[in-house]
């Protein structure tokens, strides 16, 4: 049975196709259309799925999307009397509305020629986030939630799994959403753009949480996990806000109202200067996220009992407060597939339908790599028609046959200060770059934020570099830690390792680490076991493959970005291409990053 599930209309559209319930590929639209959080109908990604399982449109016996405008019609109709929004928003979700319901139009415009001939389903939205993280997960029972902005008229929903079955007990409606408050105070702080939440997250672990008392009126807790927003302080239930997209980046109108600049003082433009204030408020929003998070899995823990957790939603990508689940409550282990947000629809519709329909439990999610791989002869073909430009560039060109001889090279490079880009397998699904399309770094440099604004991004400040580190080695280095292959959890790093790995290590002496396993991604885990061998230190920095812009998808990308950046070594396979002249180092010599076997680390630690 073929399935292909969608996550269309909303930001990060996405496509995955289950054969027979084991997931064949899964890749977000954005990674084709080189737009970050492209929304609209996935018809590249739907393409790519069928291309990867060698099979038509045809072929599909069912569609599964993750939306059902269906659903809570009543809820819908009580909150239009009851608030009475803008006409041209009622207008625009009917309009939406019309579009979803024609998708089997839609794949057969976007697929001239073949026909389609299976049904087509509609998940609600929270369900496909629940049956994401349930089903992909290697839990047998567990309690699940889902917390995001929106979808399907609901900001949260949560219950159980069990075998094949998912219960809903619980979800919280329209207009009161946690993930709508933090994508509020992101607004106000000046992060505008869809998926800016991430910077609110960096920036809170240099504030105190000084405002927290004040952002308590914005949040009401209450019974059995509950909670509502004071509307007061927000526009999104009277105003026009899209939560629908027909193609482009997503873009949202400001979600809080005057009454939030009463409580907090003036909202920051987004280019200008932070100060110790809006550090502060971000700490308080994420803080108050914690306490709201903390409220709902009390209730849930007391519903269930149950020591197994999965999430999904958008908030799920909240690493900080993830990291946190283990210590502060009762749940013992917690899964978050590397998609948790809108694209992980398409992962748990189609999952859902699969379940629906009897079909055995899924195997367990435990590596990321379900997007795009490219053979050998593709990336020699391409290496072969630049090769004159990348003479004339001042690169050598070097073919690697054998993987231990490319690795102990390019741990010699990373050790050596060099910045990496590393092109190896199938693409990553979810929005974190795990060792496919990854930059790699030396974790013992002080100064990677300005090497690697330098060389190659500009990113502000606060923003932390993450490690991948090898899972055998990881609770020498983590406190507390468990498997977290997909980067889904900040936790303490170990008092006397912060100085060994200043790269990785945030102000409040914490990391965000990628468990790598030689089962899940041998070549990674070989590349970061030889630099482990030439260094005593079992991880490296890893940083999304991109350059403003959505993760590479293939060499060709690679080989651009590597070109208009300064990057000193590409990685494509294997082949290495190496920048004959080095690009220097910010001035500081070679010497000081040099590694030899098993250095000691007090030269480089935090200095
Ligand atoms: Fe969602």
Request: a positive charge.
């Given at each position: 049975?073929?399935?292909?599930?969608?996550?269309?209309?909303?930001?990060?559209?996405?496509?995955?196709?289950?054969?027979?319930?084991?997931?064949?590929?899964?890749?977000?639209?954005?990674?084709?259309?080189?737009?970050?959080?492209?929304?609209?109908?996935?018809?590249?990604?739907?393409?790519?799925?069928?291309?990867?399982?060698?099979?038509?449109?045809?072929?599909?016996?069912?569609?599964?999307?993750?939306?059902?405008?269906?659903?809570?019609?009543?809820?819908?109709?009580?909150?239009?009397?009851?608030?009475?929004?803008?006409?041209?928003?009622?207008?625009?979700?009917?309009?939406?509305?019309?579009?979803?319901?024609?998708?089997?139009d839609e794949l057969v415009a976007a697929f001239p020629?073949?026909?389609?001939?299976?049904?087509?389903?509609?998940?609600?939205?929270?369900?496909?986030?629940?049956?994401?993280?349930?089903?992909?997960?290697?839990?047998?029972?567990?309690?699940?939630?889902?917390?995001?902005?929106?979808?399907?008229?609901?900001?949260?929903?949560?219950?159980?799994?069990?075998?094949?079955?998912?219960?809903?007990?619980?979800?919280?409606?329209?207009?009161?959403?946690?993930?709508?408050?933090?994508?509020?105070?992101?607004?106000?702080l000046g992060f505008p753009h869809y998926g800016d939440e991430y910077k609110v997250m960096g920036l809170a672990s240099y504030g105190r949480p000084l405002f927290l008392d004040r952002l308590r009126r914005v949040i009401r807790l209450e019974a059995a996990g509950g909670f509502s927003l004071d509307l007061g302080y927000f526009r999104h239930h009277r105003e026009r806000i899209a939560f629908d997209w027909q193609g482009g980046a997503p873009v949202f109108a400001p979600l809080y109202s005057d009454g939030l600049e009463d409580l907090l003082g003036p909202a920051r433009a987004p280019n200008e200067a932070l100060t110790e204030r809006h550090r502060d408020i971000a700490s308080s929003a994420q803080a108050l996220y914690e306490e709201v998070l903390g409220h709902i899995l009390q209730a849930v823990w007391d519903n269930y009992r149950l020591p197994n957790l999965a999430m999904a939603g958008g908030c799920a990508l909240n690493s900080v407060a993830n990291g946190k689940i283990r210590q502060t409550t009762a749940f013992r282990h917690l899964y978050v597939q590397p998609a948790a947000g809108d694209a992980g629809g398409a992962l748990g519709s189609a999952l859902a339908v699969w379940h629906k329909h009897g079909g055995d439990r899924t195997p367990p999610m435990d590596h990321a790599y379900w997007g795009p791989g490219f053979a050998s002869a593709d990336i020699d073909r391409l290496v072969m028609a630049e090769a004159a430009n990348l003479a004339a560039m001042g690169c050598e060109i070097g073919h690697f046959d054998d993987d231990a001889e490319l690795c102990r090279e390019m741990a010699s490079a990373i050790a050596a200060g060099h910045v990496v880009g590393w092109f190896d397998g199938r693409l990553e699904w979810g929005p974190r770059a795990l060792g496919s399309r990854s930059i790699l770094c030396d974790p013992r440099r002080a100064d990677i934020k300005e090497l690697l604004n330098h060389k190659i991004k500009r990113r502000e400040s606060f923003r932390p570099f993450a490690p991948s580190i090898l899972a055998e080695h990881a609770a020498a280095w983590f406190e507390g830690i468990d498997d977290v292959p997909f980067m889904t959890e900040v936790l303490p790093i170990r008092p006397d390792k912060h100085a060994l790995v200043p790269a990785i290590t945030h102000v409040d002496g914490t990391g965000r680490p990628q468990t790598v396993r030689q089962k899940a991604n041998p070549a990674y885990h070989a590349l970061i076991s030889a630099f482990f061998v030439r260094t005593g230190i079992p991880m490296v920095l890893n940083t999304s493959f991109n350059e403003n812009e959505p993760i590479v998808c293939t060499p060709r990308e690679a080989l651009d970005c590597f070109l208009r950046t300064r990057m000193d070594i590409l990685v494509l396979g294997h082949v290495m291409i190496r920048r004959r002249q080095d690009t220097g180092l910010l001035g500081l010599p070679d010497s000081r990053y040099a590694a030899d076997n098993h250095v000691s680390d007090s030269h480089v630690g935090g200095s």
């Open positions: 049975m073929i399935i292909l599930g969608l996550n269309a209309y909303h930001a990060d559209a996405a496509a995955c196709l289950l054969r027979d319930g084991k997931i064949v590929a899964a890749a977000e639209e954005e990674r084709f259309r080189r737009i970050k959080h492209w929304a609209g109908f996935p018809s590249q990604a739907i393409a790519y799925c069928l291309q990867e399982a060698g099979i038509g449109l045809g072929d599909v016996d069912h569609v599964a999307l993750n939306s059902d405008p269906k659903v809570h019609r009543l809820e819908r109709l009580a909150h239009m009397m009851r608030h009475r929004p803008d006409p041209a928003l009622v207008l625009d979700r009917l309009r939406n509305r019309r579009k979803r319901l024609s998708v089997s020629g073949q026909l389609f001939k299976g049904t087509v389903h509609r998940i609600e939205h929270h369900l496909a986030h629940l049956a994401s993280a349930f089903f992909a997960s290697p839990f047998q029972e567990a309690a699940i939630l889902s917390l995001d902005g929106f979808g399907d008229f609901s900001s949260t929903a949560w219950g159980s799994g069990q075998g094949k079955n998912i219960a809903v007990e619980r979800r919280v409606l329209f207009p009161h959403s946690i993930g709508l408050f933090y994508q509020a105070l992101t607004q106000y």
